[in-house]
């Protein structure tokens, strides 16, 4: 990590944390994790009282306007100059890369929307590039797969990150799966409108996980999780497994417990 | 719900005159795209990737990507490339094979195999006089290349008057005479160095294997319509 | 024209169609062996990723270019084919392209054309009309001529039968060729298409042939094949017909190396493939094979459409190479049929709509799940999620509110528009939210256990009992 520890932006003292309504909603666990680890590296997390959802469920949908008016909520929320983490790849995507575009129209959102865009990192990206941080393994030894999401992977480019923090950590192998790149099948709406190629995929993607024979699978993204997690859980019921043959977190939660917790 | 009289939105039935030229043209130029592109210099792109390799070495790339796409190369120089020819007639077993007696090096062939076993046939007349036999007869043809290509191990022909179009294509084996010291490296250099864009042949041509397909399971399968064997004599200097 | 056996509405069915696919495990499991296949080919002919995304980045600017200047470059390939004694015809639609097509036939009175694989003789159906007109159009890529005999389309634009095995191959030669045995051997198989074939070439007194670039510059045509069916089918008979969409012209035969490399790498990851076929004039005196004529048909077809747009545009840059399809996975698990569009996949998802609106569309740019694999592997970097993003949101608008397309509004429906004002309404006013996430939270056993196609393969989705900002407040 050499090479990254000297293009490095300054570490700041403060972030804002953007935990996306997924995370609010569904997963406040990872979301938690995510905030116990930024604060035990010295950073202050704000987290902005008044933030919902970056929108992208309705611009992916094609309901731009709608899209812009959940946005344009979230544009205000970041005051001062601190950068915006998100524990999500797809909704660090969306601010990152469409916020710019969708505000298009407006000069004055636009600029808003770059000045807001250029702050975004996702959860991994932001404790590999930007702090550097160096992670002791107290666990015991044990097999992991790591999914990474596609936004993660091919719009936020940050697809090494998660498996950097992996591999720092001495007692954990990660598991390689087959189509490791492949979409779980999540795509948003896109599970609710073509219920039976999502679902085809997201099999798919669940036989690859446990084929690596990995005790749980880790993502950045807690989009893929439901997806994953809830296909691997519907198999186990049909199947009469009491106990779970995927289970799975948010990698904030895993790299919080292989490291000691919050001290 | 598909329009009968156009499977295509926006341009049926609209009969506003003009010809089909003038409103694709018209509806193209309404766009008003245009001049924000300067024309791209592919030679950006090629120029620093140029590899300093010696004649030597950029023949060596050039039959090595040959055999690897399945044609047999020889090394020949002037002097003994007639007899490699008819030894591969005689290994192959073929009883004809079509040449440009008026080239230079189809009349060498010609000469050199006189007395053999193999009958010489010129493509001496329009194709509409003898396509039957061209198909069903005709079971080799010998070509000059006018150049090739080192990086995709590919051969250039300008076919003409001598060397028409359909013999490098019908006759089961294609043999053909390149001169090693015509190898590019790459494509673009090929048409740049000659500047073909002063003025091109009816047709100019890569070929770059025997004919082949993987239409049937991926499986990779040769003789596909064309020559089912490619065979390059690759002359030297002596 | 008011029957056309084969008409496409890809919408109504799509459903039906992709089901039946994905049940299929046999055709999971070809599918994705052929992808991967595919996969690992392009992977291998691009080991060097700087090389890639230079030569991707050059590709753009010259596809860029070309479409920037479209109006006068298909102007100066008119001037400059005509010089060099090609006719050249313009179609605004598949019928006038047909008839150009049937009209050239009968003015040669010929009856037997072979077809060089051309996806926009596809696009205008035109084996309908030359069967309708008499004229036997016989395809005789391997591929196609595979599906001819069993009377289907192409499920891939670069592999056209890649749906079938070599069992299915064996089983309808031996009952469509007369005195052929049934054999799996690919050699063997594909030496009976060829002898069946050489005889219609032999016959034939027209060619049909698409194009993958014209060149304007030197008024060329090029193709790019590997079976030497394109070049017989533009070198035996007499006349050679071309057709090609307005869209595939580049300024400069320099533009051709770049996009020739793309094309075969990105495609079949060849380096190259067997022939390159560059074709600038008809028969000249002297020379003794070759068409006597040569006529090439430039058509439109809705590709005006998003020509009109500048992030539409970019749709027309595509080299129709296929490895949107072949890296796609929902391609991979419904195949190309499922689409029931000429051009499948995610190029066919983005293209469609404007060749044949929206209302026969409205399905296909939303059966992508947004992975981005597309766009990744493009080799002109089309931003293909980015132009279906852009699609939905012109099929969801109510009619009238958006551009100016053929269908736009076709999938405009005042519930959905009313559930998304209503999220919009909660999710832009964070006391709306903050009450609506407290309730979801609180009242979390209230969650259905069945929730439409989520829960088909999927255990319910349950709010967790309390909100990370929840959370967040019983640590202070």
New interface residues.
Partial sequence: MTEAATCRPPRPQAVYFFATCVVDQFFPGAGLDAIRLLEREGITVHFPENQTCCGQPAYTSGFHDEARRVARAQLELFPEPWPIVVPSGSCAGMMKHHYPALFAADPALTAKAVAVSARVYEFTEFLVTVLGITLEDRGGPTKVVLHTSCSARREMGVHLTGRALLGQLNQVSVAQQEHEAECCGFGGTFSVKHPEISGAMVQDKVNALRATGAERVVSADCGCLMNILGHAAWKDRQEGRTRPSLPGEHIATFLLKRTGGAQ | ??R?????????SRPDGG???D???A?????Q???????????E??GP?DRNESPAERARRFQA?MEA?RAEVYRVNDGNWVEKLREILAAKGLTNLLLAPATPHGRLARQGLTGGAVACLA??????AW??AL?NDVQASLTAARGAIA????LILWP??DE???MS??PPVHIVLVDAGTIHA???DA??AEN??AG????????????????????L???????KELVVLLKEVA | ??E?PL???PTEGFRERSKAVVENEFLQKSFRA?MD??MTKRAAQFPDAD?LE??RR?GE??R??S??????L??QLETNLTRNGIHVH???????ANAIILDICKKHGAKRMVKGKSMVSEE??FNHAAEAAGVEAIE????EY?LQLAGEKPSHII????H???QQ?AKLFAEQIPGVAYTED??A???I??TV??QK??EADIGLSGVNFAVA??G?LCLVE????G??ST??P?VHVAITG?EKVV????????L??LLTRSA?GQ??????????????P?????PEEVHLV?L???R??P????EL?KTLQCIRCGACMNHCPVYTHIGGHAYGTTYPGPIGEIISP????L??TATLPSASSLCGACGEVCPVKIPIPDLLVRLRSEINSKPGSGSP???QGAGYSRLMTAVWRGWAAIYANPAFYRLYSWLVSRFNWLTPAGQGGWTSVRTPLRPAPKRLRDLLAERE
């Fill in positions: 719900m598909r009968t009289d156009s499977p295509h939105p926006g341009v049926a010809s089909a030229r409103r694709i043209l509806r193209l130029k309404a766009a795209a245009g001049g924000r592109y300067p024309t791209p210099a592919a030679g792109w090629y990737r990507n796409a493509y001496d007349r329009p194709i509409e396509k039957p198909f990086e995709t191990g590919s003409d008057a028409p179009r359909l294509l019908v790459t494509f673009f048409l740049q073909w864009a091109l042949p009816t047709n100019a041509l890569l070929i770059s294997s025997p004919s082949k397909t993987a239409d049937i399971q991926q499986t399968a040769y003789g596909a319509h064309g020559p | 024209m008011s056309k008409h496409f509405m052929a296949f595919l090389e230079s030569l050059l600017r010259i860029q270019n479409l920037d200047k479209l109006p006068a298909l102007t313009w179609a605004e639609n598949a019928d006038q205008i159906e005789t890529d391997m591929g595979i592999m056209p039968a890649i079938k095995t070599k191959i690919v050699d198989l594909i030496q298409g060829r074939l050489r070439f032999l510059e030197t060329t590997n079976e030497g069916n070049r017989l070198t035996a007499r307005i300024e400069k035969l320099e533009h051709v190396p770049p020739f490399s079949t380096a190259v493939t067997t022939y390159f076929n560059m074709i600038s004039k008809p028969r000249q002297g020379e003794k094979d070759g430039l439109d077809n809705g005006t459409q020509y009109a747009d500048e545009r404007h060749l044949m609106g209302e026969a397309l053929q269908g």
